[in-house]
């Protein structure tokens, strides 16, 4: 039987990781049912007691059940530091290894001292090591790889890796049957690695060809949401947020101005209606958790992701600077959907940020034909993808039967 690896970041209490896992292996076995598709359990172990400990509350709980449930993962778990030594034990098991998506080419390179000698360290658990495993190389693996949809983080500064990394980054890219990547800073990046900027596509973060009855989902979190706010009937502005702003908390303030039910996931906030940041929402619930919003507030990725899916109008609080000057993640996303306006940048909020958020919150000129467009070109291009440069690297006829 053809067995198909992903190595993707795929542990860890964050819905959007988890998500994209799931749909990445969800779309490979939709399109090749006769393939064993596996996510391939490498986990760092520095990282993993940090992002995946032992649940303490409902929300984690929700996640790890996923987890358990939902992904198909090798029968082996791997914690091996040495790349090459994964790479030797993975050797022989599949006949195709997928790479990404999501920030797999995550580098965080910083100056220190050895010996009072000045050198280059890399000590951010969120950034395991270079070289790993997510620098898959072909020749190594013993069958082709291709990347899909990877990315590089906020942190990734290439004048800071040193030189034999770079080419040991260069080789392994070089190296791939398909080279694709989610955002344009990882374009960006890849090209002066490789050069050859033809060899680059862009590819949608794979959760846009995510399947799954969202109705009925949705319908589970306003059951969710009546039971803590019973006989409500005001419109539902959605706060999806990974950190805590001025901006955030005054964007709140506007909606509940406005007579609007503020309704927070993920992270806790002051002056919410109704906090489920700690509750049993399952991922697939927190995907469909914007259709039920008249307007979503984040600052994460896949919560302005989901939200464009719905067709739900987003405001967007991007507050990571991108440390070599390129434009965030967030940002990409909104321009790909030509919403550019809607991403505000929190470093510079003000009182005619706050007048524009204003204007957007009473979604007067949100164009839903249109972005529902934009994502089934999306889903397209997932689904064409994987047909058209994937499966034919495969040894097997019937993998499309």
Request: hydrophobic share 40%; net charge positive; charged share 25%.
């Amino acid at each position: 039987m053809t067995k198909i690896g992903v190595v993707t970041y795929h542990y860890g209490y964050n819905e959007g990781t988890l998500l994209q896992a799931y749909s990445t292996q969800q779309l490979l076995a939709r399109h090749c049912p006769s393939a064993t598709v596996q996510l391939v359990d490498w986990r760092c172990a520095s990282k993993e007691p940090r992002v995946f400990p032992a649940a303490t509350d409902d929300r984690q709980r929700a996640m790890r059940a996923f987890f358990d449930e939902k992904l198909v993962l090798s029968e082996q778990t791997l914690y091996d530091s040495d790349p090459d030594l994964v790479f030797r034990k993975l050797k022989g098991q599949f006949d195709l290894l997928v790479l990404g998506s999501d920030e797999l080419w995550r580098l965080d390179y910083c100056r220190g001292r050895k010996w009072r000698i000045p050198r280059l360290v890399q000590t951010n658990v969120m950034a395991p090591p270079f070289p790993n495993v997510y620098w898959a190389d072909a020749r190594k693996v013993g069958c082709p790889c291709v990347s899909l949809a990877s990315s590089i983080s906020e942190r990734n500064q290439l004048q800071l890796v040193p030189r034999r990394h770079r080419s040991q980054m260069r080789h392994a890219l070089k190296n791939l049957s398909v080279l694709s990547v989610r955002d344009s800073r990882s374009q960006d990046f890849v090209r002066q690695i490789v050069g050859d900027s033809t060899k680059i596509q862009w590819l949608p973060d794979p959760t846009f060809a995510l399947q799954f009855d969202r109705k009925r989902k949705a319908a589970d979190l306003r059951a969710e949401i009546a039971r803590h706010a019973p006989n409500s009937e005001r419109p539902i502005a959605l706060v999806i947020s990974h950190s805590e702003s001025d901006a955030l908390a005054q964007t709140v303030r506007m909606c509940r101005d406005r007579g609007m039910q503020t309704v927070g996931l993920t992270h806790a906030q002051a002056d919410l209606d109704v906090d489920l940041s700690k509750q049993f929402i399952d991922p697939l619930t927190w995907a469909a958790a914007p259709a039920i919003a008249d307007v979503v507030i984040t600052d994460r990725f896949h919560g302005a992701l989901f939200s464009l899916q719905a067709g739900t109008p987003i405001i967007a609080l991007d507050y990571r600077p991108q440390r070599n000057g390129s434009e965030s993640k967030l940002a990409d996303l909104c321009r790909r959907f030509d919403v550019m306006d809607r991403c505000h940048q929190i470093a510079h909020f003000n009182s005619e940020t706050e007048a524009v958020i204003q204007r957007q919150l009473t979604g007067d000129d949100w164009d839903r034909t249109r972005i529902d467009e934009v994502v089934r070109e999306f889903g397209t291009r997932l689904d064409e993808f994987v047909r058209t440069q994937i499966l034919t690297l495969l040894p097997v006829a019937q993998c499309n039967a």
